[in-house]
C-alpha cells in the first residue's frame, strides 16, 4: 500500500489532521510529523524521513506538507530516505483526507495517491 | 585526508565556525527582532541553537580537512536549526563542502560559493529580490568570483569586496516587497524591512573575513565592492583609476 506522512510546523496540529484522515484511512499507514525537535514549532529533516520509513508499507510514500520549512525539510527528507517518496502539492488537511481515500482503492499508485491529495486544492467549500 | 598539518585549513575552518557561532550567539535577540517583524520570531533562536551544536561537532573532529569540517557543520545546522534555515544554510553547505576536497584555495573558494549560492536558490525556490538571503548572497559571490576570476586580487581583498556587497544586498531587501518565505505571507506589509536571513548570511560573511585576515596575520582591507581595482579594461581605460593603492598584496604587509 501507498503510505502517508503528514508534516506540519506543530506536533499537535500534525497528529490531529492524522486523527481525522485516519478516520477514511482504514489500513493505511499514516504517520504524523512535526515541531522543531526541541518542543518548539518548527520542522526537521531526520525526523520527517523516520516517519517517511515508518509509513513505508512496499508502495512508497505522499508527503503533505504545511508551510515553508516543512516543504524544504521534507524534500532533505526524501533525499535522504531511501524510500520512494513524493511531496503533494495540496492544502494539509483536505489533502490528507483525500490521500487517504485515495490510498484504500486496491488499484492506488504513488501517482494515484498524490493527484487526489493534490485535487483537493479545488475543494470549494461555500 | 592529508591530516598532517595540526594549524592546516581544516582547523582554520574550525575557527571561523566558531566565530560564526559566537557572532550568532550575540546577534540572537537582533535577530529574531527582524523576524518577528516579518516572520515567526525564531531566526535568532533556531540560528543561535544551530551554530552553537555545529561549532561543538567541529571541534569534535580530530585534525579535519575542510571538506569534512564543512559537511559536519552543514548536517548539524540540517538536524538542530529547526526551520529553513536547516536546510538552506546547512543543506547548502553539505553540498557545496565537496568543492573543498582538494582544500581550499582561490579556485575552490569560488566553485564552493557558486554551488552554494544554486543550492540556496534551487531548494528555496527564490531570485534575486524576492526579500531573502540571496538578495545578500548573490552580490557576494558575483563580487567574489569576479574580483578572484578577471581583477586576479588577493583572496583576501577579494572576501573583503565580498562582505561589503553582501551589506549593499542586505539594504535592498530593506526597500522590496518578500515573495518568499514568511515574510511573504505579509505582501505589501513586509516592504521596509529587513530579512533575517540576509542579515545572517552577512554576519556569517564578516566573521570569515575576520578569521581569514586574522590566520594571514593580515589587516582587514580597506576596500569596498566599488573599490577600483585593476581597470575591467586596462589597455584602453586611461581614466581608471591608478591600480597601485589596491594592488599591494595585504600578505607582505
Given at each position: 500500500m501507498v503510505g502517508l506522512v503528514v508534516v506540519s510546523h506543530s506536533e499537535?496540529?500534525?497528529?490531529?489532521?492524522?486523527?481525522?484522515?485516519?478516520?477514511?484511512?482504514?489500513?493505511?499507514?499514516?504517520?504524523?510529523?512535526?515541531?522543531?525537535?526541541?518542543g518548539g514549532i518548527g520542522t526537521v529533516p531526520d525526523a520527517i524521513e523516520d516517519a517517511i520509513d515508518a509509513a513505508a508499507d512496499g508502495d512508497g510514500v505522499v508527503v503533505l506538507v504545511d508551510l515553508g520549512s516543512a516543504v524544504m525539510n521534507a524534500?532533505?527528507?526524501?533525499?535522504?530516505?531511501?524510500?520512494?517518496a513524493v511531496i503533494a502539492d495540496a492544502p494539509v488537511l483536505e489533502g490528507a483526507v483525500n490521500a487517504a481515500v485515495a490510498a484504500t482503492d486496491p488499484s492506488a499508485t504513488l501517482d494515484s495517491v498524490r493527484e487526489q491529495a493534490e485535487a483537493a486544492r479545488d475543494i470549494e467549500k461555500l | 585526508m592529508s591530516g598532517d598539518e595540526p594549524d592546516g585549513d581544516g582547523a582554520a575552518v574550525v575557527a571561523a565556525v566558531e566565530a560564526v557561532a559566537e557572532r550568532i550567539e550575540r546577534e540572537r535577540d537582533h535577530l529574531t527582532e527582524l523576524d518577528s517583524a516579518i516572520g515567526d520570531a525564531d531566526?535568532?533562536?533556531?540560528?543561535?541553537?544551530?551554530?552553537?551544536?555545529?561549532?561543538?561537532?567541529?571541534?569534535?573532529?580530530?585534525?579535519?580537512?575542510?571538506?569534512?569540517?564543512?559537511?559536519?557543520?552543514?548536517?548539524?545546522?540540517?538536524?538542530?536549526?529547526?526551520?529553513?534555515?536547516?536546510?538552506?544554510?546547512?543543506?547548502?553547505?553539505?553540498?557545496?563542502?565537496?568543492?573543498l576536497d582538494d582544500g581550499i584555495d582561490a579556485e575552490s573558494a569560488v566553485a564552493f560559493a557558486e554551488t552554494y549560492l544554486q543550492k540556496v536558490e534551487d531548494r528555496g525556490d527564490a531570485r534575486l529580490g524576492d526579500q531573502t538571503m540571496v538578495d545578500a548572497l548573490t552580490p557576494a559571490v558575483h563580487t567574489f568570483k569576479k574580483s578572484i576570476e578577471t581583477d586576479e586580487l588577493p583572496p583576501l581583498e577579494a572576501l573583503a569586496k565580498a562582505v561589503d556587497a553582501a551589506d549593499r544586498g542586505v539594504a535592498f531587501t530593506v526597500p522590496i516587497?518578500?515573495?518568499?518565505?514568511?515574510?511573504?505571507?505579509?505582501?505589501?506589509?513586509?516592504?521596509?524591512?529587513?530579512?533575517?536571513?540576509?542579515?545572517?548570511t552577512l554576519y556569517?560573511?564578516?566573521?570569515?573575513?575576520?578569521?581569514?585576515?586574522?590566520?594571514?596575520?593580515?589587516?582587514?582591507?580597506?576596500?569596498?565592492?566599488?573599490?577600483?581595482?585593476?581597470?575591467?579594461?586596462?589597455?584602453?581605460?586611461?581614466?581608471?583609476?591608478?591600480?597601485?593603492?589596491?594592488?599591494?598584496?595585504?600578505?607582505?604587509?
Open positions: 499537535r496540529a500534525a497528529e490531529g489532521i492524522v486523527e481525522i484522515a485516519a478516520e477514511m484511512a482504514g489500513d493505511t499507514r499514516i504517520e504524523a510529523v512535526g515541531g522543531d525537535g526541541s524534500d532533505v527528507a526524501i533525499e535522504l530516505s531511501e524510500v520512494e | 531566526h535568532g533562536g533556531n540560528m543561535a541553537r544551530g551554530w552553537a551544536a555545529a561549532a561543538e561537532a567541529a571541534r569534535d573532529l580530530d585534525d579535519p580537512d575542510p571538506q569534512t569540517v564543512g559537511k559536519t557543520v552543514g548536517k548539524t545546522l540540517m538536524s538542530k536549526v529547526g526551520g529553513a534555515s536547516g536546510p538552506l544554510f546547512g543543506g547548502s553547505l553539505v553540498f557545496a563542502s565537496a568543492e516587497r518578500a515573495r518568499k518565505g514568511r515574510a511573504s505571507y505579509l505582501g505589501w506589509r513586509s516592504v521596509g524591512h529587513q530579512d533575517p536571513g540576509a542579515t545572517s556569517i560573511l564578516e566573521e570569515l573575513l575576520s578569521v581569514a585576515a586574522d590566520r594571514l596575520d593580515a589587516e582587514v582591507p580597506d576596500v569596498d565592492a566599488t573599490s577600483p581595482t585593476i581597470p575591467d579594461d586596462a589597455e584602453g581605460d586611461e581614466e581608471a583609476e591608478p591600480a597601485e593603492a589596491t594592488a599591494s598584496d595585504p600578505e607582505d604587509d
